[in-house]
């Protein structure tokens, strides 16, 4: 019976290299490895966060749970945006500098009433995306060289323009500070179930596989995907400075280095790969709060360092971090290849892979010593030990009965035996 005809027969070695190139059968990624870590940070995060409430001092003390959610809010934006670029190949190093201009804008466009503020923050922010999605997608820029670009130009334009003007809005109310938080995260819950499909990691696979500078064919991808990350960075920048009402109308503008570098440290520590495409779930939103958590538990504490330091940290840890998600999701290629053909038709008309020759053999010597035949005295691989004799089998001759004469009598016809009377003794 015929089931396909033979142009649909694919070998195992094609399949194999289909796997290998990030297409359609490129197997799924090992989102245990994402779950267990992700399950750690909770429970790391959970515990200093305990260790920070029962302190007597520092931030936490001083402001409670308003003042560190209005912290929270900006930075998982932040680490959202980051993650956001690194997942399409084309880190974000900008973000920084993005919540800079945004801030600047809003709090130099407060005096216009709140809508035009957030116009101009948020319409920065997403110009500067097109601008640098621009550049990474379409001129194929490394994305930490056309970021870096971009970054450069704002803080050499924020260090001509001065300060912005005197903010005059009043301070974002606690019901808004939680809408933020809660969107923010939300946002990044999302990303990551989105980015958890098989479907949409194999998309993104050709991003990933594809050295730097030379085309893909997903620069859709990564132009939404910047332009996503640079919109959460204004926001950021705009939750940041509405957050923090400046004393005297003096305007409070946030560092872009280290909301870099923070934003950086959480997304990595989170368990986004920095080779792109790989990610979790809920990480974002537990390194965020883990690292937050640290650096004011560092202050409270009044350790002998700077607390930056702990987000340079979780930079580096974050490295080992994409070590450990790259080598878990290393798939056989053998498990890949069987995987892909299960339940295949083809398997049931291949051939046994097993070597049958010798078996074919041996039937062969049978079945001509049983006719009589010569195999065993002329076959191949057979042990000769003497003249009649063929791998430890004697050679049978013509007559088995003639060998000693002993049985001469039975060899007569039966019409011999009783026509001679005297053969018998009668």
Same mark, same amino acid.
């Given at each position: 019976?015929?089931?396909?005809?033979?142009?649909?027969?694919?070998?195992?070695?094609?399949?194999?290299?289909?796997?290998?190139?990030?297409?359609?059968?490129?197997?799924?990624?090992?989102?245990?490895?994402?779950?267990?870590?992700?399950?750690?940070?909770?429970?790391?995060?959970?515990?200093?966060?305990?260790?920070?409430?029962?302190?007597?001092?520092?931030?936490?003390?001083?402001?409670?749970?308003?003042?560190?959610?209005?912290?929270?809010?900006?930075?998982?934006?932040?680490?959202?945006?980051?993650?956001?670029?690194?997942?399409?190949?084309?880190?974000?190093?900008?973000?920084?500098?993005?919540?800079?201009?945004?801030?600047?804008?809003?709090?130099?466009?407060?005096?216009?009433?709140?809508?035009?503020?957030?116009?101009?923050?948020?319409?920065?922010?997403?110009?500067?995306?097109?601008?640098?999605?621009?550049?990474?997608?379409?001129?194929?820029?490394?994305?930490?060289?056309?970021?870096?670009?971009?970054?450069?130009?704002?803080?050499?334009?924020?260090?001509?323009?001065?300060?912005?003007?005197?903010?005059?809005?009043?301070? =974002? /109310?606690?019901?808004?500070? @939680?809408?933020? !938080? +809660?969107?923010? &995260?939300?946002?990044?819950?999302?990303?990551? %179930? *989105? $980015?958890?499909?098989?479907?949409?990691?194999?998309?993104?696979?050709?991003?990933?596989?594809?050295?730097?500078?030379?085309?893909?064919?997903?620069?859709?991808?990564?132009?939404?995907?910047?332009?996503?990350?640079?919109?959460?960075?204004?926001?950021?920048?705009?939750?940041?400075?509405?957050?923090?009402?400046?004393?005297?109308?003096?305007?409070? =503008? /946030?560092?872009?280095?280290? @909301?870099?570098? !923070? +934003?950086?440290? &959480?997304?990595?520590?989170?368990?986004?790969? %920095? *080779? $792109?495409?790989?990610?979790?779930?809920?990480?974002?939103?537990?390194?965020?709060?883990?690292?937050?958590?640290?650096?004011?538990?560092?202050?409270?504490?009044?350790?002998?360092?700077?607390?930056?330091?702990?987000?340079?940290?979780?930079?580096?840890?974050?490295?080992?971090?994409?070590?450990?998600?790259?080598?878990?999701?290393?798939?056989?290629?053998?498990?890949?290849?069987?995987?892909?053909?299960?339940?295949?038709?083809?398997?049931?008309?291949?051939?046994?892979?097993?070597?049958? $020759?010798?078996?074919?053999?041996?039937?062969?010597?049978?079945?001509?010593?049983?006719?009589?035949?010569?195999?065993?005295?002329?076959?191949?691989?057979?042990?000769?030990?003497?003249?009649?004799?063929?791998?430890?089998?004697?050679?049978?001759?013509?007559?088995?009965?003639?060998?000693?004469?002993?049985?001469?009598?039975?060899?007569?016809?039966?019409?011999?035996?009783?026509?001679?009377?005297?053969?018998?003794?009668?």
């Amino acid at each position: 019976m015929k089931f396909d005809s033979p142009s649909q027969e694919r070998d195992s070695t094609t399949q194999m290299s289909a796997v290998s190139e990030g297409g359609g059968e490129a197997p799924a990624d090992r989102m245990a490895v994402h779950v267990v870590w992700e399950i750690g940070l909770l429970l790391l995060g959970g515990g200093v966060l305990f260790a920070l409430t029962r302190s007597s001092s520092g931030p936490f003390a001083e402001g409670g749970w308003s003042a560190f959610s209005a912290a929270l809010a900006p930075v998982l934006m932040l680490a959202c945006a980051m993650s956001v670029s690194l997942r399409v190949g084309a880190v974000n190093l900008a973000v920084g500098p993005i919540a800079l201009l945004s801030a600047w804008l809003f709090t130099d466009a407060s005096g216009s009433g709140t809508a035009m503020a957030l116009a101009f923050g948020l319409g920065a922010a997403a110009f500067t995306g097109i601008v640098l999605a621009t550049l990474t997608a379409w001129l194929r820029a490394p994305g930490w060289a056309a970021s870096g670009a971009v970054g450069g130009a704002i803080g050499l334009w924020a260090g001509t323009q001065g300060g912005p003007g005197a903010f005059s809005l009043s301070e =974002l /109310p606690q019901t808004g500070v @939680l809408a933020a !938080l +809660a969107g923010a &995260a939300g946002i990044s819950l999302f990303l990551g %179930l *989105v $980015g958890a499909f098989a479907g949409v990691r194999s998309r993104l696979a050709p991003i990933r596989d594809t050295p730097v500078g030379e085309r893909h064919g997903r620069g859709g991808l990564v132009f939404l995907g910047l332009l996503i990350s640079s919109s959460l960075a204004g926001a950021a920048g705009v939750v940041a400075a509405w957050t923090s009402v400046p004393d005297a109308g003096a305007a409070g =503008l /946030p560092d872009p280095i280290l @909301l870099t570098v !923070l +934003a950086l440290g &959480a997304a990595l520590l989170g368990g986004t790969s %920095l *080779v $792109g495409r790989r990610g979790g779930v809920c990480g974002t939103v537990f390194a965020s709060l883990l690292v937050l958590a640290m650096m004011w538990l560092a202050e409270a504490r009044g350790w002998s360092f700077d607390p930056s330091w702990i987000a340079l940290s979780a930079i580096v840890a974050g490295f080992l971090v994409t070590r450990l998600v790259e080598a878990m999701n290393q798939v056989d290629e053998n498990e890949a290849a069987s995987a892909s053909r299960a339940g295949s038709v083809d398997d049931l008309r291949e051939e046994d892979p097993r070597d049958t $020759g010798s078996y074919e053999r041996y039937d062969e010597d049978l079945a001509d010593l049983g006719s009589g035949g010569e195999s065993w005295s002329t076959g191949t691989g057979g042990i000769r030990t003497g003249a009649n004799t063929t791998g430890g089998i004697p050679k049978q001759p013509a007559d088995p009965f003639g060998a000693s004469g002993a049985f001469d009598d039975l060899r007569d016809g039966y019409g011999t035996r009783f026509d001679n009377d005297r053969r018998y003794g009668r």
